[in-house]
């Protein structure tokens, strides 16, 4: 009998299961494919390797949550610091989002000139600074109790920021700059919509603020694909089954039997890393089916499209770029493209003179559903972003090596879940309402982007930090 099983391998899961083995516990980590990581995976297709979906890692710094969890596991991952973190182009305006404030500062105010800029990039730098500062937080779920003091836990964070916290973003954009020009709000959109998941109407000034400012953190490149760290964040764990998929839960009177299609295995505490809309249906239990069944009306079938290619070129690339045009593409939610290259030098994912380009935009899961159109519609939306790639970053036709893309279907065909992005707190989703990483379930623990805190690395970290406090650990 183990003392935790993992249910999935992706950034929550691989962390936690680490950390608890770290920490001398007996884990089984779970694994549907044979690559770790889901939506931050390295996978393999014809021979060359391609980052699924995350391809920047942010919060690996002094005093930031992905470096406390990684330290507290005793790794440290193989990395290249970026700067600048993104380069924007905006038809002929092309920003580097460089970390040093001035740098930036200077580009942006040539690009998008405007009477308000210093005050607005001096708040989101400060404001950058000052909110990891504020560390004492948690959240709870377990009982009402237990979640009522879980929130007083807020009431510093809450009190520091409320001037930001109780205000629409978009509002208070357009307030603050009184006339801004169409492209400017855009450059800004484009920037929050890829790492707060939602609209600027949808989300609170400093969600906005955060989003826009993760730049001037540090941010690395993952040398080798995300997967390679995987691989080594979870070296020391024992029982890790690949190809594994969980199919059923039962809860025992002091355990869960954790079935897959040949086996059964026992575990004392299972921790889920599957998505809180989807978890229901492991469940045979009504009383576990219901809890989450409550949280299915959280998905908003966000999703992505996305385009992978390998191009031989003797052309210098940044790691990251974000091309934004002048309206949603067809079959999108966006008219922002994120295209990403590995490193010129990094021989571990590609052979040297090759890049590995992993390019996404957000799309909407149910525009993927009509059997009858899905093929043309994927070719079609292959076709624009492969264009807009080649003119913009001027790679030639005759260097694409091979190119592919995938779709919201396939990510529910590899990894189980076609809403991705996790759940983004919103105006309208805040924390009352939202799954934590306890349940009122005994033993029964949940990890990942679609519960507290949030998405992407710096998100599901603080879940992580989360639950082993909840844990006790
Ligand atoms: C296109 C795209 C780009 C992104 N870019 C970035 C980025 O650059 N930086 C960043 O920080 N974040 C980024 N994100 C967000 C980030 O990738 C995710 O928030 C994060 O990886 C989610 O981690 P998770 O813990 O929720 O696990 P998931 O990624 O959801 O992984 C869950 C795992 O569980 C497995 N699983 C599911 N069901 C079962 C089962 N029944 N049995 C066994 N295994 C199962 C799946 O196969 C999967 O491996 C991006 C996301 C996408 C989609």
């Excluded at 879980?150 to 409320?162: A, D, G, I, N």
């Excluded at 109407?201 to 955060?210: G, R």
């Excluded at 069944?293 to 992505?304: C, D, R, V």
């Excluded at 052979?351 to 380009?357: A, L, Q, V």
Aim: a positive charge; one cysteine or more; proline letters at 3%.
């Amino acid at each position: 009998m183990k003392d935790f099983a993992v249910v999935g391998s992706g950034v929550g899961g691989s962390s936690i299961a680490a950390l608890l083995n770290a920490k001398g516990y007996d884990v089984a980590l779970f694994e549907k494919e044979p690559y770790l990581g889901g939506c931050s995976s390295t996978f393999i297709h014809k021979g060359y390797k391609y980052n699924s979906g995350a391809t920047t890692l942010a919060g690996y710094a002094e005093g930031y949550i992905v470096k406390e969890i990684f330290d507290a596991i005793g790794f440290t991952p193989k990395l290249i610091q970026t700067d600048p973190s993104i380069v924007i182009i905006q038809n002929d305006k092309i920003t580097p989002r460089y970390k040093n404030f001035e740098q930036f500062f200077a580009v942006v105010t040539i690009n998008y000139p405007h009477t308000k800029n210093k005050e607005f990039w001096e708040l989101v730098y400060t404001i950058n600074k000052e909110f990891y500062d504020v560390k004492n937080y948690y959240y709870s779920n377990q009982n009402i109790f237990k979640k009522l003091k879980s929130l007083l836990s807020f009431v510093p964070l809450t009190l520091k920021f409320q001037k930001y916290l109780k205000v629409n973003a978009h509002s208070y954009i357009q307030k603050l700059f009184g006339n801004i020009s169409k492209d400017y709000l855009q450059f800004l959109e484009s920037q929050i919509l890829i790492v707060a998941q939602a609209s600027m109407k949808e989300i609170n000034f400093l969600t906005a603020i955060l989003a826009l400012g993760y730049t001037f953190n540090e941010n690395h490149y993952v040398i080798g694909g995300f997967g390679a760290l995987f691989d080594d964040l979870t070296q020391n764990i024992n029982a890790i089954h690949r190809n594994s998929e969980i199919t059923k839960i039962v809860q025992q009177k002091d355990f869960f039997e954790l079935y897959t299609k040949d086996e059964i295995f026992k575990a004392k505490k299972v921790i889920l890393n599957t998505t809180v809309y989807d978890s229901a249906n492991l469940f045979p239990q009504m009383n576990i089916k219901k809890y989450y069944k409550k949280y299915e009306k959280l998905n908003n079938y966000q999703s992505s499209f996305m385009v992978y290619m390998t191009i031989k070129s003797n052309k210098e690339f940044s790691h990251h770029y974000q091309i934004i045009q002048n309206k949603v593409i067809k079959n999108t939610l966006s008219q922002a493209l994120f295209v990403s290259f590995s490193d010129e030098n990094d021989t571990k994912i590609v052979p040297k003179g090759c890049y590995s380009i992993t390019a996404s935009i957000h799309t909407d899961s149910r525009f993927w559903e009509n059997e009858a159109t899905y093929k043309m519609q994927k070719k079609e939306l292959e076709a624009t972003l492969q264009n807009i790639i080649l003119e913009k970053l001027s790679i030639d036709k005759g260097e694409i090596i091979e190119i592919f893309s995938a779709t919201s279907k396939t990510f529910q065909n590899y990894i189980n879940r076609s809403q991705l992005g996790g759940n983004a707190i919103t105006m309208k989703n805040f924390l009352p309402f939202l799954p934590a990483n306890d349940t009122p379930i005994k033993n029964l623990y949940n990890v990942g982007d679609t519960v507290y805190a949030a998405q992407g690395w710096p998100g599901v970290m603080l879940g992580v930090k989360n639950l082993k406090r909840l844990l006790g650990v």
